[in-house]
């Protein structure tokens, strides 16, 4: 099934927009490697929903983040979120 993620890059916002799950990740990896480092925030208010594969990016564009000195501002997070973040920690 093909996904019907997008992601579009404001300024230093990541709007990511549909479901975040496996095969999204996999049809974004290429375009989300080659963000910028200046990225601040990850805008997730049109993510209808995120898996355990959606969670992993997010944590990897976090860690890229805090690796070029700044952290990463998540808003908008989608029903469960909260919940699988924690689960993983």
Known sequence: MASNAL??????TLRLRGVLDRAAVIALWPQLQALPAKLARLDLAEV???DSAGLALLAELAARARKAGHPLVITGAPAGYNELSAAYR
């Open 7 to 12: 992601a579009l890059l404001e300024g230093d």
């Open 48 to 50: 209808e929903r995120v």
